[in-house]
């Protein structure tokens, strides 16, 4: 199964996330911190993060950076949210791909499926991955 972690800071928001993520098959761990991401995302190994550009506790385009710059996660995909258009300061930072809040859960499904399809990974969260 695929795992997806979600950095988001909003719990309805990130609830309804893992709620949808979870309706198409991927196993969804939630982190509402910037400090826990690195942490979560060496153990849980996703095949993606998306992850909100800001949340309460500060900017998390450090934390994309310091995915990028550990070779273990360097095949994590990373999605950055916001509700400003951020995407090119988060594209040059080493994000996948950027979606502007709000967002409907299809356009983020179709999203994720076609960067996992273009990464060579099993589309959905239903293969053994």
């Given at each position: 199964?695929?795992t ?11 609830g309804?996330?893992k ?15 910037p ?34 710059a ?60």
């Open positions: 199964m695929n997806v972690v979600v950095v988001d800071d909003d719990q309805v928001f990130s309804l996330l709620t949808v993520l979870e309706l198409e098959g991927y196993q969804v761990t939630v982190v509402p911190w400090d826990d991401v690195v942490p979560t995302v060496r153990q849980v190994m996703p095949v993606l993060v998306l992850m909100d550009v800001h949340t309460g506790r500060g900017d998390t385009l450090g934390v994309l950076r310091d995915i990028r550990d070779e273990a996660l360097k095949g994590v995909l990373v999605v950055m949210t916001s509700g400003m258009d951020r995407s090119p300061e988060c594209l040059a930072a080493g994000a996948d791909d950027f979606i502007l809040k709000p967002f409907s859960p299809s356009e983020l499904l179709t999203k994720i499926a076609d960067l996992l399809s273009g990464a060579g990974l099993v589309e959905g969260g239903n293969a053994d991955a």
